[in-house]
Nanobody
Framework: QVQLVESGGGLVQAGGSLRLSCAASGSIFRINGMGWCRQAPGKQRELVARFTSGGSIIYEDSVKGRFTISRDNAKNTGYLQMNSLKPEDTAVYYC???????????????WGQGTQVTVSS
C-alpha cells in the first residue's frame, strides 16, 4: 500500500506565505514524479507545479515566481512553498505522485486527501 499525506494548509492573509508538505509512505520502490494540483469551488482541478519523471519542473503560469516546488528524496517528501498568496489561490491543494510499487514494479498515480488553503483579502 502507498499513501500520500499532505499538511501545511490553512488560512492566511493576502501577501502571506504557506508551505505545504506531502509525505509518501508504504511500499515504494521509486517516486518517478511528484506534484501539486488544486481545485477551487466550481472549478476544475488544475496543475500547480510538478516534478516530471524526466526531472524537469513545470509551473502553472499564474504561480510562476511565487510558488516553488521542492523534494527531499531521502524522506520521500515533497514541498510547495507558496509566497505572495492571492485570494484567487484559495483552493483545496492535492499532492499526487507517480510511484513504482516495490512489489508490483508497475508505476501508478497516487493522490493525497487534499489540504485547504484559504487566502483572505
Amino acid at each position: 500500500q502507498v499513501q500520500l499525506v499532505e499538511s501545511g494548509g490553512g488560512l492566511v492573509q493576502a501577501g502571506g506565505s504557506l508551505r505545504l508538505s506531502c509525505a509518501a509512505s508504504g511500499s515504494i520502490f521509486r517516486i518517478n514524479g511528484m506534484g501539486w494540483c488544486r481545485q477551487a469551488p466550481g472549478k476544475q482541478r488544475e496543475l500547480v507545479a510538478r516534478f516530471t519523471s524526466g526531472g524537469s519542473i513545470i509551473y502553472e503560469d499564474s504561480v510562476k515566481g511565487r510558488f516553488t516546488i521542492s523534494r527531499d528524496n531521502a524522506k520521500n517528501t515533497g514541498y510547495l512553498q507558496m509566497n505572495s498568496l492571492k485570494p484567487e489561490d484559495t483552493a483545496v491543494y492535492y499532492c499526487n505522485a507517480d510511484i513504482t510499487h516495490s512489489a508490483y514494479r508497475v508505476p501508478a498515480e497516487y493522490w493525497g486527501q487534499g489540504t485547504q488553503v484559504t487566502v483572505s483579502s
